[in-house]
């Protein structure tokens, strides 16, 4: 099966600056990376994902990039807001015989200081 | 359009006891999941379903069963509960289609469940 590492667990940064999240994974079969947000006591929302067939990808204040031959990938959120504070969690897909699922990271506590 | 819902939001049980959570997504879904949460930590699979009559076991399926016989519901039936299945559980669904292919997984708002 895949095996996802998430760094760092906790991660605190000043609003206004930039904040990123690395992982790692363990099956070089895996071609889908989503990372979600889950605010406190709420479902986790997908916020980014990339496939394998692409190296970076952004949305507004949010990127994500991909090395595959080192089998990691990373989220990057610039001019952080104290509404960007919440739990972030990587995934990467796997698939067995019976179909594909995620294997999640341990997930970053990001804290945006006012 | 509601998506993803679960029933009930919260849940005491004593030790032995058992109880269902039920799951139903109506964007015609064809992948179905059972994730739990606990606290601090990231989401563990419990079971998968990739369509109405097929399912399998995720990292800890120890403790649950699942059933899908409609395409629209997921339910998590605990047997037998015990302190360690205090949780947040989580259902979620995507649209993958194809055996290979993954998608975004859309997740319902949880159950949060004490075992006393």
């Known amino acids: 099966g895949e095996n996802v590492e998430q760094h760092p667990s906790t991660l605190s940064v000043q609003e206004g600056d930039s904040a990123v999240i690395k992982c790692t994974y363990s099956?070089?079969?895996?071609?889908?990376f989503p990372w979600y947000k889950q605010e406190l006591g709420k479902r986790p929302q997908l916020i980014i994902d990339?496939?394998?067939?692409?190296g970076e990808k952004k949305d507004q204040r949010i990127a994500v990039t991909l090395n595959k031959t080192a089998k990691h990938f990373s989220l990057h959120i610039t001019e952080t807001q104290p509404e960007d504070s919440a739990v972030y969690f990587c995934?990467?897909?796997?698939?067995?015989?019976?179909?594909?699922?995620?294997?999640f990271g341990e997930g970053t506590q990001l804290t945006v200081n006012p | 359009n509601a998506g993803v819902t679960q029933t009930p939001k919260f849940r005491i049980l004593k030790i032995g006891q058992s109880m269902t959570l039920q799951c139903t997504q109506d964007m015609n879904h064809n992948y179905m999941y059972w994730y739990r949460q606990d606290p601090g930590m990231g989401l563990k699979l419990i079971y998968y379903s990739v369509g109405a009559g097929i399912t399998d076991k995720g990292e800890v399926p120890n403790g649950y069963n699942v059933s899908r016989s409609t395409t629209e519901d997921f339910p998590l039936r605990l047997e037998l509960a015990a302190p360690s299945q205090t949780s947040v559980y989580f259902c979620a669904s995507s649209p993958q289609q194809g055996l290979r292919s993954t998608y975004e997984q859309y997740f319902g708002p949880g159950t949060r469940l004490t075992v006393t």
């Open positions: 099956d070089s079969a895996s071609n889908y």
């Open positions: 995934a990467a897909s796997w698939t067995g015989t019976s179909g594909s699922r995620l294997t």
């Open positions: 990339i496939r394998s067939n692409v």
